[in-house]
């Protein structure tokens, strides 16, 4: 199985900054597309962002321009430096990861989610 562990969600002022990271783990092949997640109190999940293992990324305009997502495929990590943040961009942020990989059975593609990260931005 592919394991994602987030880390570096917290409590952030207004116009502050946050860097999230995400390991995955397990008899990985290759990643094929990396990315982010959130869901806001209410509000279905949403992409933030999308990195694929050549480095092409992916934005929606709520974003653009104010995060930025990269990623280590040595370390099979994905990171999303966030700035200028704002209220809106409080969430539980998600990892997501899909690629082909060693698991009972044979090698298989999977997609994988992490547990969630809290951002807080507070006004």
């Known amino acids: 199985q592919v394991q994602l562990v987030e880390s570096g969600g917290g409590l952030v002022q207004a116009g502050g900054s946050l860097r999230l990271s995400c390991a995955a783990s397990?008899?990985?092949?290759?990643?094929?597309?990396m990315g982010w997640y959130r869901q806001a109190p209410g509000k279905q999940r949403e992409l933030v962002a999308h990195?694929?293992?050549?480095?092409?990324?992916n934005y929606p305009d709520s974003v653009k321009g104010r995060f930025t997502i990269s990623r280590d495929n040595a370390k099979n990590t994905v990171y999303l430096q966030m700035i200028s943040l704002k209220p809106e961009d409080t969430a539980v942020y998600y990892c997501y990861a899909g690629g082909r990989a060693l698991i009972p059975g044979g090698l298989r593609d999977f997609e994988s989610w992490g547990q969630g990260t809290q951002v807080i931005v507070s006004s």
């Open positions: 990195i694929t293992s050549g480095g092409s990324t």
């Open positions: 397990g008899r990985l092949l290759f990643i094929n597309m």
